[in-house]
């Protein structure tokens, strides 16, 4: 199993396809947006090309990938606004395993693992991020890897006939 990395500086048509695939799969849906009611979880948002390469105006984007096939992507951002404990030189983190044959692998660990390590190199000092309360395989690995929590967001994504929690967790490097 070989595990890579790569920054995305030219989104492809292809991998803008592969992104919309996970963006639209009713089981990443809830992992990965929050959503206020049933009709926004049944929404289905497209990304484009156009977009994704905005998106790097303000993200840092890598692409992961197994054996040599795209299975997820990850980001960064500096200091966004939406942070829980506004302090300056924070990145915050979003990461996605897109393709299920990839899932429970440990691919998320190497992958938050690479990423820690470029926000490192950048100069940042604290990470933050956001796991929904039910997505407890997402909170059992960040905290595994150091990740404390700061704060709970209540009725902050609907899923499942009811509102859940965000967990605002942070790791200081």
Same mark, same amino acid.
């Given at each position: 199993?070989?595990?890579?990395?790569?920054?995305?500086?030219?989104? *492809? @048509?292809?991998?803008?396809?592969?992104?919309? #695939?996970?963006? *639209?799969?009713?089981? %990443?849906?809830? =992992? &990965? #947006?929050?959503?206020?009611?049933? /009709? /926004?979880?049944? *929404?289905r948002i497209t990304v484009t090309q156009t977009g994704l390469k905005k998106? =790097? /105006? !303000?993200? @840092?984007?890598?692409? %992961?990938? =197994?054996?040599?096939?795209?299975? +997820?992507?990850?980001? !960064?951002?500096?200091?966004?606004?939406?942070?829980?404990?506004?302090?300056?030189?924070?990145?915050?983190? +979003?990461? =996605?395993?897109?393709?299920?044959?990839? #899932?429970?692998?440990? &691919? +998320?660990? @190497?992958?938050?693992?690479?990423?820690e390590e470029e926000v490192r190199r950048k100069g940042l000092k604290r990470? /933050?991020?956001?796991?929904?309360?039910?997505?407890? @395989?997402?909170?059992?690995?960040?905290? *595994?890897? +150091?990740?404390?929590? %700061?704060a709970r967001i209540d009725n902050f994504t609907f899923w499942k006939q009811?509102?859940?929690?965000? %967990? #605002?967790?942070?790791?200081?490097?």
């Amino acid at each position: 199993m070989n595990v890579s990395f790569e920054k995305l500086t030219e989104p *492809s @048509q292809a991998t803008v396809d592969l992104i919309n #695939r996970w963006e *639209s799969d009713p089981a %990443i849906i809830p =992992l &990965i #947006r929050p959503n206020k009611n049933q /009709e /926004e979880l049944d *929404s289905r948002i497209t990304v484009t090309q156009t977009g994704l390469k905005k998106q =790097l /105006e !303000y993200k @840092q984007i890598y692409l %992961i990938f =197994l054996d040599n096939q795209l299975v +997820g992507i990850m980001d !960064y951002m500096v200091n966004p606004d939406h942070l829980f404990h506004q302090i300056d030189n924070t990145a915050w983190l +979003g990461i =996605l395993i897109g393709e299920r044959e990839a #899932r429970g692998k440990g &691919i +998320g660990y @190497q992958a938050i693992n690479y990423i820690e390590e470029e926000v490192r190199r950048k100069g940042l000092k604290r990470i /933050e991020i956001g796991v929904f309360e039910f997505n407890e @395989q997402a909170l059992k690995l960040y905290r *595994s890897m +150091g990740y404390k929590e %700061i704060a709970r967001i209540d009725n902050f994504t609907f899923w499942k006939q009811r509102m859940w929690a965000d %967990i #605002r967790l942070e790791k200081y490097l």
